[in-house]
């Protein structure tokens, strides 16, 4: 990205301000931006008629058009809410409780490949579907690890870390930034040179908004096989799937680290059902035989495979034609009243927990919706040290737990019931998870854990509550950072970094 992107625009802020009186007088001035509003919700429960909306909501083409928008947030007072993709399970990128502009980086997303020297630059409102694709399109030989839903937008994805099929082998998506522009709180454009490795660290799974709004990230790229192999079991409880998942617990981190294989719970019918599916960096001829050394309960076949590239293993089954410009569609495919919450696991949980507690919610009405799923940690990610970025969830860790409830739209749904059953199936977990803290995965990010109080000021002891569950130890390091680089705490949201000098 050419630094000359980035230069100011002095006319800006008198559109802005122009927008700002205009949305003061009509509230009728958001309606053409309605479809930015709309396409990025994922999550219905904050697309009702009662969700607070932005008083404007500016979709920047330049990065002088975000400048000059936190300038004049800051001389009206207003906080501000950065949107990439929208993903944010609490809805804190385009929902705030007081008076507010939203910045939309929809139209700074563009992405520039450089094969030679495996390295791409991406602008922060781009999908990751989107950075695969265009990878994907000059070479089959290079990836990038990061999550697997394409319409996750790069900017709050990197921000909080970023997990998928490549993590045991590379790590996270943050873990392999090599540079970044960022826009702080003074408006000013900062490299990783300029900002200091501090601001640099701390963007990198420090969550998003909380230090300034990134503008693009320099990625490397990683080394794939032409082909690899995907592969998916599927066993309910009648065929051994309770024994299945407990045995996989022993397995699946200590795998080498080309495979990656995760388990999927959820009911089906009448009964509760486990699916098994992974990606291996090889051919099927040597996962086979490894599988069988390894996890040889499972019953692993060629039949359950299938060798391809790693682009159509991740998307085939969502887009059966092969059609990979569904990538480039940044309107996610279904929407859902949904909530999230996560735990890491550091001693397998015993096959009781498998065999009697995850039954019985999931035979539950509301277990219809529900489900659990387990990634597994090891390789990488034991290796790179719990300081080296914020997120600090790695050696030790044997496995995520994710578990989500999501129903469609439908009028007149009680969704507390979904709450409910969500949060008991998590409170029951207790005794088998990760203790003081229970920590949990900053892009999963869940209220329930605690929040910043509304006036703005929050003590670091309040936040602590979820920081360290969140970043462990590294939480002191953040809030040093933000109180360097942010010390009024421009950048805020219920669960931002607090600044010390707030209060
Ligand atoms: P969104 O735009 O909502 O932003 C999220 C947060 O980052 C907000 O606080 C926002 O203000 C801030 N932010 C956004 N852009 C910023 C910028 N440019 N600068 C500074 N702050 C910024 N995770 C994962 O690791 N692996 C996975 O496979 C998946 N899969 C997945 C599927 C689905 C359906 C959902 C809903 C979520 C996931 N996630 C995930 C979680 C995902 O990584 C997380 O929600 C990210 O924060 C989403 O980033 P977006 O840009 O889409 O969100």
Redesign the pocket.
Known sequence: MKPSHYNYHPTFPLVFAILLAFSAASTAVAQPHDQFLQS?I??LRFDTETTPKPLVIVTPLLASHIQATILCSKRHGLQI?????????E????VSQVPFVLVD?VNLRSIDVDVESRVAWVQ??A??GELYYRIYEKTRTLAFP????P???????L??????VFHRKYG??ADNVIDAH?IDANGRILDRKSMGEDLFWA?RGG?????????DWKIKLVPVPPTVTGFSVTKTLEQNATQLIHQWQYVAHRLPKDLFFLVTISRANETVQATFSGLYLGLVDELIPLMETRFQELGLTKQDCIETSWILVMYMSQFPNNTLESLLNRT?ANKTW?K?KSDYVKEPIPESVFAEIWPRYFNEDEGRYGSIVLVPYGGEMDEIPETQTPFPHRAGNMYKIIYTIGREEEENLDFQRYLSWIRRFYEDMTPYVSKSPREA?????DLDLGMNNGSGITSYAEASIWGLKYFKNNFRRLVQVKTLVDPQNF?K?E??IPSLSSW
């Open positions: 990025s994922r999550i809410r950065i949107r990439s993709g929208g993903h944010d399970s809805g804190l990128s385009y980086l922060s409102g999908t990751v990061a999550g697997s839903c319409t996750i937008g790069i900017g709050g994805h921000s909080g870390g970023g997990y998928g996270l998506a960022v963007i969550g998003g908004g909380s230090f300034g709004i990134v503008l996610a949904f999230i995965y900053v892009n999963y990010r950048f949201h669960q931002s």
